[in-house]
């Protein structure tokens, strides 16, 4: 067909959970049961994927969910319960499912966690609503720092709230914050990456003031990558030079010793940029790499990044223009015959309402 259309789930709430998941006999990183609340995302971040494929939003109710988790919990023994989805704190009835979960599984000696919070107002009473005994840290996804950066990925939350979500979580047994950020966005200036380094300093010097200590506060930055299907997918990926300098500059900035700065691998994520842009060539090259012996190329000790280059290079994939060469607003995607809720037009839309707000942002400065 000249298009693929997805298939949607209309009803998610009719469709079952998985309740029966296999128990590992030694101890692994996900030792827990996993609950989908909610597929899609009230919210429209102009970096993000998930929001724009996994349209439209639809939810579990709280009895589904709470139901689903006691069988999973008889079926595994498990003592951990996570909720997930693309913004768990936006799920209409939070605050009563958290208290539902608790109030069943509380005696049960079971723990609930969200893996990742949204910034919000509600985030303050969030915070103290999930804290407990066994919670030692809270997760959260500011990505960048100041409000026109925010303005220009659409991602509409206040440091005022973060602050005061920080403080509650403080103030309830959390003695530790994690921070999502990225570099590399389009317009991206020393100011923002100086305020990755202040907002993260801001909520150590916040815990010290709370708990009488520094708490452990990390800031994780991540290379960002224009991915298809959003509106970034016409912008072309910075340079490994640049991100280079990008990392070393917030190593450098960064005061605090109990803040920790983790910034990813450079070289993975041009990786993943490659892959996640690429034609139908890239599947040979995921072939050629995995004949020559790819395994497990998520772990940091098994990767060989030079096997991956040269799969690449050798199925004609120019990696340079692949990642950095922009594209055209009229020029066809390699991805444009999957077709996603909405599509090009909105896509296009709000490519050109970010060009607008970039030419501001550089007019300002």
């Not at 930055?221 to 030079?241: D, I, L």
């Amino acid at each position: 067909p000249e298009t693929i259309e997805p298939s949607v789930i209309a009803d998610l709430d009719g469709i079952p959970l998985p309740t029966s998941p296999i128990v590992p006999y030694v101890e692994c990183v996900h030792d827990r049961i996993a609950i989908e609340i909610m597929r899609g995302c009230p919210w429209q971040c102009r970096f993000c994927q998930s929001t724009v494929i996994k349209r439209p939003l639809r939810i579990r109710s709280v009895k589904t969910i709470v139901d689903g988790a006691l069988e999973s919990y008889r079926n595994t023994g498990f003592n951990e319960i996570s909720i997930l989805s693309l913004s768990s704190s936006d799920y209409p009835h939070f605050p009563e499912l958290i208290s539902e979960l608790k109030r069943v599984f509380k005696p049960l000696g079971v723990n609930v966690s969200v893996p990742s919070l949204r910034v919000n107002e509600q985030l303050r009473s969030i915070a103290e609503l999930i804290g407990n005994e066994r919670r030692s840290s809270l997760t959260l996804a500011p990505e960048v720092a100041r409000d026109d950066m925010r303005e220009q990925i659409r991602k509409k939350i206040k440091n005022e709230d973060l602050y005061e979500g920080a403080r509650t979580a403080f103030r309830n047994n959390y003695d530790g914050i994690k921070l999502y950020f990225m570099c590399g966005l389009p317009g991206e200036r020393e100011v923002d990456l100086d305020g990755i380094i202040d907002m993260a300093e801001t909520i150590a010097k916040i815990g010290k003031e709370e708990r009488g200590r520094y708490p452990r506060v990390v800031a994780s930055v991540s290379n960002f990558v224009p991915k298809s299907h959003t509106p970034y997918q016409w912008n072309a990926m910075q340079t490994r030079e640049y991100f280079a300098w990008a990392h070393d500059y917030l190593w450098q900035r960064k005061q605090i010793r109990a803040v920790k700065l983790k910034r990813h691998n450079i070289e993975v994520s041009l990786l993943e940029g490659v892959l996640s842009r690429g034609d139908r060539r890239t599947a040979d090259a995921i072939e050629l790499a995995w004949n020559r012996g790819a395994r497990m190329d998520s772990w940091s000790d098994m990767i060989d990044i030079d096997r991956w280059w040269k799969a690449l290079a050798d199925v004609g994939i120019d990696v340079d223009q692949a990642l950095h060469q922009p594209y055209e607003i009229g020029d066809k995607l390699p991805w444009d015959h999957l077709n996603v809720k909405y599509g090009r037009t909105f896509l296009e839309k709000e490519q050109a309402r970010s060009i607008v707000q970039l030419d501001a942002m550089a007019n300002a400065t």
